[in-house]
């Protein structure tokens, strides 16, 4: 590998039904068009990576069309349960995404049949997928994709299923936080790629701090081999880690963690600004003279859900808030003043950890430098 190879990552694709309203626009049935347009500001982002991925916050189960316009909510938990219409695959697929994590707690939304039906989905539109399995044989399948020679393993695991388990004797299920098994594929994965990346789906919703038990996890993943954790489920963004490690195979990196990338597709939930705000986060990747893939780079590129409900037509677009604060004239005032409050958060939570395209776009071509053997953001472990 001669030059350095771009990875990026985003959280939730939460798409919610008063979205999937909004692109309806009048008709009967939302076409693969209309939920690309959600990406069109971001989209150079996501296409000029040489991997794309992201966590699928909801599920492909089929049905009528009216059955994506309204949230349903199970009658035994209470909990809101989620399917989007097969166009959304489609988009995701144009826009640039490779690889869909599945593995979280809306996956089981629809049962087996709705779980599998998903994986169906994103198989037809050539995405692959990484988290749940259709059968035995799948389930210890490894996710290894080879850009420009340099061999990155994938994992996706998330720590419940909202109350809704897969039934027992069914081939058909989801990887949890399980740490037995979580050594195990990440043992086998060391042996069959250079660079690891694992998605890990928990934490406590629209907290902007990091949980014990997300930490720990990191700590875990790190010392068994993991180069980078991506995390998901608390639908806001949380500080991001890089830690120089030692793993149980003796190898020390220099290994990255985010322990909850936000929303990158979502409504206002609950009220909070925090659940329209994500980050594209970018890793590069280099092979060093040595032979070793190493993180060369690291930055975020904070994005908003920028819904527009007043207008004709409704819209949401998923904006970079570092250009879209420059353009006062696209957005209502009220919204501005949000959006660059949001903005700023980001840039003080990732301070010292990721570059923001802004800042470096003269040596975007640089490595960062390792002036410490750990750093952090926030005050996150």
Same mark, same amino acid.
């Given at each position: 590998m001669s030059k350095e190879i771009v990875i990026a990552a985003v959280g939730d694709l939460l798409m919610k039904p008063l979205l999937i309203q909004m692109l309806r626009s009048g008709r009967r049935a939302v076409s693969a068009d209309a939920f690309e347009q959600l990406f069109e500001p971001v989209v150079r982002y996501l296409q000029d990576a040489q991997l794309m991925i992201g966590n699928l916050e909801t599920t492909f189960a089929g049905g009528p069309n009216a059955g994506f316009n309204k949230t349903r909510r199970n009658p035994r938990t209470g909990n809101p349960v989620?399917?989007?219409?097969?166009?959304?695959?489609?988009?995701?697929?144009?826009?640039?995404?490779?690889?869909?994590?599945?593995?979280?707690?809306?996956?089981?939304?629809?049962?087996?049949?709705?779980?599998? +039906?998903?994986?169906?989905?994103? #198989?037809?539109?050539? !995405?692959?997928?990484?988290?749940? *399995?259709?059968?035995a044989q799948e389930s210890r399948t490894l996710c290894v994709r080879n850009i420009k020679g340099v061999r990155i393993g994938i994992l996706s695991y998330t720590r419940d299923t909202n109350g809704m388990p897969v039934p027992k004797g069914q081939q058909a299920g989801v990887k949890k936080l399980? +740490?037995?098994?979580?050594?195990? #594929?990440?043992?086998? !994965?060391?042996?069959?790629?250079? *660079?690891?990346?694992?998605?890990?789906?928990?934490?406590?919703?629209?907290?902007?701090s990091p949980a014990a038990h997300q930490k720990e996890w990191v700590r875990f993943m790190f010392r068994n081999g993991a180069d980078v954790v991506l995390g998901s489920h608390p639908h806001v963004l949380q500080p991001a880690v890089i830690r120089t490690v030692k793993d149980v195979s003796g190898r020390t990196r220099k290994r990255f963690a985010i322990y909850s990338l936000g929303n990158f597709i979502s409504t206002r939930l609950h009220g909070k600004d925090a659940a329209l705000t994500g980050i594209i986060v970018r890793l590069k990747l280099r092979r060093t003279s040595g032979g070793?893939?190493?993180?060369?780079?690291?930055?975020?590129?904070?994005?908003?859900?920028?819904?527009?409900?007043?207008?004709?037509?409704?819209?949401?677009?998923?904006?970079?808030?570092?250009e879209a604060i420059t353009k006062p004239d696209q957005f209502p005032a009220e919204q501005l003043v949000r959006m660059k409050r949001a903005y700023q958060g980001a840039l003080r939570m990732y301070r010292g950890v990721l570059r923001f395209p802004e800042a470096h776009t003269a040596s975007s071509e640089e490595p960062f430098e390792d002036t410490s053997s750990s750093s952090a953001a926030g005050s996150a472990e």
């Amino acid at each position: 590998m001669s030059k350095e190879i771009v990875i990026a990552a985003v959280g939730d694709l939460l798409m919610k039904p008063l979205l999937i309203q909004m692109l309806r626009s009048g008709r009967r049935a939302v076409s693969a068009d209309a939920f690309e347009q959600l990406f069109e500001p971001v989209v150079r982002y996501l296409q000029d990576a040489q991997l794309m991925i992201g966590n699928l916050e909801t599920t492909f189960a089929g049905g009528p069309n009216a059955g994506f316009n309204k949230t349903r909510r199970n009658p035994r938990t209470g909990n809101p349960v989620f399917k989007s219409p097969d166009a959304f695959a489609q988009a995701l697929s144009a826009a640039g995404f490779d690889v869909i994590a599945t593995a979280n707690n809306h996956c089981a939304d629809y049962g087996v049949s709705g779980l599998k +039906r998903t994986l169906d989905v994103l #198989d037809k539109n050539g !995405l692959v997928h990484v988290g749940t *399995f259709r059968n035995a044989q799948e389930s210890r399948t490894l996710c290894v994709r080879n850009i420009k020679g340099v061999r990155i393993g994938i994992l996706s695991y998330t720590r419940d299923t909202n109350g809704m388990p897969v039934p027992k004797g069914q081939q058909a299920g989801v990887k949890k936080l399980v +740490r037995a098994r979580i050594k195990n #594929d990440l043992k086998r !994965l060391r042996k069959a790629s250079e *660079f690891i990346i694992v998605f890990m789906h928990c934490g406590f919703e629209y907290e902007q701090s990091p949980a014990a038990h997300q930490k720990e996890w990191v700590r875990f993943m790190f010392r068994n081999g993991a180069d980078v954790v991506l995390g998901s489920h608390p639908h806001v963004l949380q500080p991001a880690v890089i830690r120089t490690v030692k793993d149980v195979s003796g190898r020390t990196r220099k290994r990255f963690a985010i322990y909850s990338l936000g929303n990158f597709i979502s409504t206002r939930l609950h009220g909070k600004d925090a659940a329209l705000t994500g980050i594209i986060v970018r890793l590069k990747l280099r092979r060093t003279s040595g032979g070793l893939v190493r993180l060369a780079g690291i930055e975020g590129v904070p994005t908003w859900a920028s819904i527009a409900k007043n207008g004709k037509p409704k819209m949401c677009r998923i904006v970079p808030l570092q250009e879209a604060i420059t353009k006062p004239d696209q957005f209502p005032a009220e919204q501005l003043v949000r959006m660059k409050r949001a903005y700023q958060g980001a840039l003080r939570m990732y301070r010292g950890v990721l570059r923001f395209p802004e800042a470096h776009t003269a040596s975007s071509e640089e490595p960062f430098e390792d002036t410490s053997s750990s750093s952090a953001a926030g005050s996150a472990e």
